[in-house]
């Protein structure tokens, strides 16, 4: 046998692709699913039950698709949407009810969605826009929620103070160590009031890295510090315990009060208020 001695110049010019396929047995049950799907006429709750059951797991994955979001995306939002349901979010629950099941999928949108999908004729362009909103987009996705709650905060702090520290670390209170915070007001030097923002499903905010983080601003913070925990996502309720701990953390009075963006008008009052009586 000839002995070699092999080299990066010689192979790399004879790489090439591995051809694969990614439909698998369940890829290709679900393109025949399509296939028999009715596109005739408007889609009606009962059009989505029928889907759902001659096929469920094939139903749910055309509605999470639909709804443009990832498979853990959709898991949670519907953990989320029958977080009150003792037959949990998936087949028993459908099983159990499926009038209540569909009409539930309803309220979030998913008729809507899909009609405006259905009703629009798309181009190469647009087929591949939509191949990189699945892929790179999700990611996307995830960061802009949290970016957009910080603007929305960022917004009215604007509104109330003309100084502030944005994404800093604050000075804690036995002056050795610090606790990063979104917002420091007036500043970093043992803020009066130090911000936090936190939006559900956001790169970087997953629930476990919430509870850190808000309990490391608490042990930090001066006791007569204002904290405010501005939160958002109604996946929140898929994860009860942990928002509980949150609101368990108020209620001792560790957080001054937890904020949504339904309770914008709430949050400016305080700031206002709490600016007027600290005279910051």
């Keep these: 046998m000839q002995r070699h001695k092999q080299t990066k110049a010689e192979l790399i010019p004879k790489l090439g692709e591995v051809l694969t396929d990614w439909k698998d047995e369940f890829a290709q049950t679900f393109v025949s699913y399509l296939e028999d799907f009715n596109e005739g006429g408007l889609v009606t709750p009962e059009n989505l039950k029928?889907?759902?059951?001659?096929?469920?797991?094939?139903?749910?994955?055309?509605?999470?698709?639909?709804?443009?979001?990832?498979?853990?995306?959709?898991?949670?939002?519907?953990?989320?949407?029958?977080?009150?349901?003792?037959?949990?979010?998936?087949?028993?629950?459908?099983?159990?009810?499926?009038?209540?099941?569909?009409?539930?999928?309803?309220?979030?949108?998913?008729?809507?969605?899909?009609?405006?999908?259905?009703?629009?004729?798309?181009?190469?362009?647009?087929?591949?826009?939509?191949?990189?909103?699945?892929?790179?987009?999700?990611?996307?996705?995830?960061?802009?929620?949290?970016?957009?709650?910080?603007?929305?905060?960022?917004?009215?702090?604007?509104?109330?103070?003309?100084?502030?520290?944005?994404?800093?670390?604050?000075?804690?209170?036995?002056?050795l160590s610090s606790a990063k915070a979104d917002f420091c007001i007036p500043s970093t030097q043992h803020p009066s009031i130090v911000i936090e923002v936190k939006a559900y499903g956001a790169t970087g905010s997953k629930q476990s890295d919430v509870i850190g983080d808000v309990r490391k601003i608490i042990d930090e913070k001066r006791s007569d510090t204002y904290f405010f925990l501005v939160t958002d996502g109604v996946t929140w309720t898929a994860r009860m315990s942990d928002f509980e701990r949150l609101i368990k953390f108020q209620n001792l009075g560790d957080i001054y009060r937890i904020y949504t963006q339904q309770m914008r008008e709430d949050l400016l009052s305080d700031l206002k208020q709490i600016k007027a009586e600290l005279n910051i």
């Design 50 to 175: 029928d889907l759902l059951e001659k096929n469920f797991e094939a139903g749910i994955t055309l509605f999470r698709l639909v709804l443009e979001q990832s498979k853990d995306e959709f898991t949670e939002t519907l953990k989320a949407l029958f977080y009150n349901n003792e037959s949990g979010h998936g087949k028993t629950a459908f099983r159990k009810n499926p009038d209540q099941y569909v009409m539930t999928l309803e309220s979030y949108g998913l008729l809507k969605s899909l009609e405006s999908l259905m009703s629009r004729n798309y181009t190469w362009k647009e087929v591949v826009q939509e191949r990189l909103k699945m892929g790179r987009g999700s990611a996307i996705k995830g960061q802009r929620r949290g970016k957009n709650l910080e603007d929305f905060v960022e917004t009215l702090v604007k509104q109330v103070f003309d100084e502030f520290d944005i994404r800093k670390s604050f000075i804690g209170a036995n002056g």
